[in-house]
């Protein structure tokens, strides 16, 4: 099938990897490549030519001191060169590199190994993961990067799988699976490695799953440690892990109602874990609730710990330490899985030892790393359910109906969040943090009747068909455009001991890239329109720019080879809002994603770029009844839209297999292209269902035709 027709031939060894060819699967590293240890990690800061971790350090700051390139000379960066990927699904990865090679993941968590000063492609490694599993991810079939260690390169799979490779070749080492892989879990995050331990969380509470944090023994792949975020079935009693203390004694008794369990109540961690050498802990950032709307997953009562929560466990036997909440009772889909950032600030005139985090919420928190306490949080975006947060209790001070109680009510930031899982990053020199910030705000109301959809999208909340509301249009496609106008995003360099906004660069679209923050008075971000951008981290004043021709989400990162510095970036729209919402590029296909890596006076090329047009929609002329059209748009707005409303998958307005009722059929129902992430929909269609989004699909292909110009 077409995914696989593409899958990645290995590549022929090189040098590099010859050099320690043997077996490849002995002990790994013996030859000196891909040497990481903890003394490497935690010194990671003071070594300039690499990027160690996947936010650099442990710290996870994305800062680096490199100064060769700077905001006199950027004029003269160029790319240096870029690597085509096979595929135009979202990236998201933020690359490591050791020692001259470059080490990252791809799209349907693949991984390569490219040399960093070439852009030579070493080896490339395909987990083989079934495309049908795609369905399972939330946001895409992304993958945020790998952690290297002694030796050995560690991937996440979307299938739930853990895979250790040889640095030197790529091939596998062991895999272990992490998770139920009969239950709607992925994993899209980079690992982090503490002391021989590969930690890793995973994804799914939109879907309906239980979260949890495991660490493995990097040689052997053994189960170290697990801690659940949230209470599972009493009936199946302890779970024998090292949450177990803490989730009857402080978690459980925050849950209300008989069945808080049913849909695995959420709380995954599939972003943030980030250690804490000063300190040793391990801090966790904790999602959403499954499903999202509380009333239905907890009567509506309780704190639902540890849900939307940074946890701090011992990294050596997963035991709890601390917690704090950000979102007791979480109902919007707000998370706390955005990136943890650690830093000693000066609050007050005392050296203080925190972290930061810019939660979905839109409050921008410092808090004690210490002890868990909050020190101040502040709004870094627009936000409308929060008076504030009340310092002494930490806990916010929510606007009356904020949790859509006495009926739908308007609410920004979304579940997409002020903030995603794009990397903030942190300059000690200007003091500022660098946020890819957003405005979104949906609609939310209580779905009614609440359905469960076993293995689907699963949030209790009602929001693809916004209600009249005071302030909004009477007619719901004037709300869907009122609430379409409010979509921005912005660059907001953050005083994170002021607590306030220093400088802001306004975009018209949001879901644009991660930051990077250079001594070179330097801030780096991709955006949504396909610019890789640099801006004076001080003023913010825009010094740079290069058009990738895809949308740039992930992080940027920079390193030194041969005495040269580099800056580079993985290109590639999706994710969450490419799947499901509209975005700056609509009317032509994404091409493939890119890695692109710039140095001043670098001679690269990127591959030939022509804009490809979408296809005309071409209806159908069948006669469908207002009942089948009705039937359709229930069901498209039930499991078709979160993958079909964006410009990474086909726009089925536009698809040719309208006018083929068997070929709709086949798709759809028999699953004759799950293998490439368009799985089987019998379980939860009826082929007259299918056919009725077909036919309201048609109707819509007919609207978008007449729109477009067309008859
Ligand atoms: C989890 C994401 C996801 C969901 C949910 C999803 N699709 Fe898809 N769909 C895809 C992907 C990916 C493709 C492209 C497959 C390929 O490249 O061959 C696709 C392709 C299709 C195509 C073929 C379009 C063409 O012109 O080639 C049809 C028809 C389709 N989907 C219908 C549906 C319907 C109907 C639903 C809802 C019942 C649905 N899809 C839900 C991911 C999804």
Known sequence: MKRHAARFTMVALTALALAGCGTGKDEAGADGVAQIDQARLENAASDQDNWLGYGRTYAEQRYSELTQINDSNIGQLSLAWAVELDTARGQEATPIVVDGVMYTSTAWSKVMAVDAATGKVLWQFDPQNDG???????CDVVNRGVAVWKGRVYVGTIDGRLIALDARDGSKVWEVVTVDQKKPYTITMAPRVVRDKVIIGNSGAELGVRG?????????????????????????????AASDEAIEKIARPTWFGNKYWELGGGGTVWDSVVYDQELNQLLIGVGNGSPWNQKYRSEGKGDNLFLSSIVSVDPDTGKYKWHYQINPGETWDFTATQQIMLADLTIDGKPRKVLMQAPKNAFFYVIDRTNGKLISAKPYAPQNWAEGIDLKTGRPIEKPNARFTDGPALIYPSG?????????????????????????????????????????????????????????????????????AMIKGSLVAYDPVAQKIVWEVKRDWPWNGGTLATAGNLVFEGTVRGEFEAYSADKGQKLWSFQTHRGIMAGPITYRVNGEQYIAVMAGYGGSMGMATKSAWEKRKMPNGLIVAFKIGGKGQLPAYTPVPLAKPDPSTESFTAAQIATGNKYYYTYCTICHNGPVNPDLRRSALLKDKDAWQQVVIKGALAQNGMASFAAYLKPEEAEGIRAFVNQQAKDLLKEEGGE
């Open 132 to 138: 049908s599993k795609g369905a399972h991810a939330c």
């Open 212 to 240: 949890y944090v495991s660490a493995y023994d990097t040689n052997t792949g053994k189960l170290v440690w697990r801690f659940y975020t949230v209470p599972g079935n009493p009936a199946d009693g302890p779970d024998g």
């Open 416 to 484: 997409i969040g002020a903030h995603a899982w794009m990397p903030m990053s942190y300059s000690p020199k200007t003091g500022l943090v660098y946020i890819p910030a957003m405005q979104h705000a949906i609609a939310y109301g209580d779905q009614k009747p609440y359905e469960i959809h076993p293995g689907r999208w699963n949030t209790g909340v009602s929001f693809l068909d916004p209600p009249a509301l005071p302030g909004l249009p009477d007619t719901v496609e004037g709300r869907r455009k009122a609430l379409d």
